[in-house]
């Protein structure tokens, strides 16, 4: 017999000095047709008036507020326990810079009670311009290897071609419904990554532990992508990017000496094309530089400015 929770689904929203996209996520999330439903805002250290703002259009939500920006990763960790200790039977990781479709949740609590192998499932995730553009419909990764391609339909048109339920290789946490049990056996994002592939770590955990993740295409949002990093090639992309996936690589798929730098060759090159088509080529190549010093250091947490 199922247990009964006090929450059936707690939805986690992160917000560094995203005031305005979260109140419009906020705004589309009370639209939401699922029972149960509560949402926590984890207000990361933000100095633009974000908690006072919540507070004031939206009282019924759980508002927690860290003292400093903790990343994407810890941020999130402070919302999910905020989650468990609500007793919450899922909680649904969700980026503050979307806006869902009414269904999305019921989509994926409907598709992880079919599927007790689940350890996360996926939203559909659509571009906020143009709306009709997909940003990720699943994506593979094989730690062994270096560059991994695309996402899933990345930049295709949602013609109907992708409204097949799938299996993902990396859950996306962007919007990522997650078990009690899975979370309580797995545990919660590496606060150490601080920002990018937590995801892809937790995902790699959560396979090594026998849970198989899942993209479910009746769940639909539209995200405005990267926008508390600066963009897709935003230095601060590179920068994470380029540290965090080699270390990722390496914990989960040690190799020999020689496949090892062959693989960190792979990635550096990758991201050094990213930088020079970047729109900031200077900054970005900078950013690889010192991403490529760190992983090489051992320095991880927060990107150190004066490095």
Not at 24 to 39: E, H, Q, Y
Not at 64 to 86: H, P, W
Not at 98 to 110: G, K, Q, S
Not at 164 to 182: F, H, I, S, Y
């Amino acid at each position: 017999m199922t247990p009964a929770y006090a929450v059936a689904v707690a939805v986690v929203v992160l917000s560094w000095n995203g005031r305005e996209d979260t109140l419009a996520c906020l705004r589309s999330l009370a639209k939401v047709d699922a029972p149960g439903l509560i949402t926590i805002v984890v207000d990361n250290g933000s100095t633009d008036g974000t908690s006072e703002a919540v507070r004031g259009a939206f009282p019924a939500v759980e508002l927690v507020r860290t003292e400093t920006n903790l990343g994407f990763a810890e941020g999130n960790n402070v919302g999910m326990r905020r989650a468990l200790e609500l007793g919450a039977a899922y909680v649904l990781v969700l980026n503050n810079d979307v806006e869902v479709d009414p269904a999305f949740v019921r989509a994926l609590v409907e598709e992880a009670e079919r599927r007790p192998d689940a350890g996360a499932l996926c939203s559909k995730i659509l571009y906020a311009d143009p709306p009709d553009l997909i940003w990720f419909a699943g994506a593979s990764f094989d730690p062994r290897s270096g560059y991994n391609g695309r996402q899933r339909g990345y930049r295709e048109r949602d013609d109907g071609r992708f409204d097949e339920l799938v299996e993902t290789d990396r859950a996306c946490g962007a919007a990522m419904l997650v078990p009690r049990e899975v979370l309580e056996k797995i545990g919660l994002f590496d606060a150490e990554l601080f920002f990018y592939s937590e995801d892809t770590d937790w995902s790699l955990r959560a396979h090594e532990a026998g849970y198989r993740h899942y993209v479910v295409p009746g769940s639909k949002l539209w995200h405005k992508v990267s926008v508390t990093s600066g963009g897709e090639n935003s230095p601060t992309t590179l920068y994470y990017g380029l540290r965090n996936t080699i270390a990722v690589c390496e914990r989960h798929a040690p190799l020999g000496r020689f496949a090892t730098w062959r693989r960190r060759v792979v990635l550096l090159a990758a991201h050094v094309v990213q930088a020079l088509l970047s729109s900031r080529k200077r900054e970005g190549l900078a950013a690889v530089a010192q991403g490529w010093r760190d992983v090489r250091a051992g320095r991880f947490g927060q990107r150190r400015m004066s490095s």
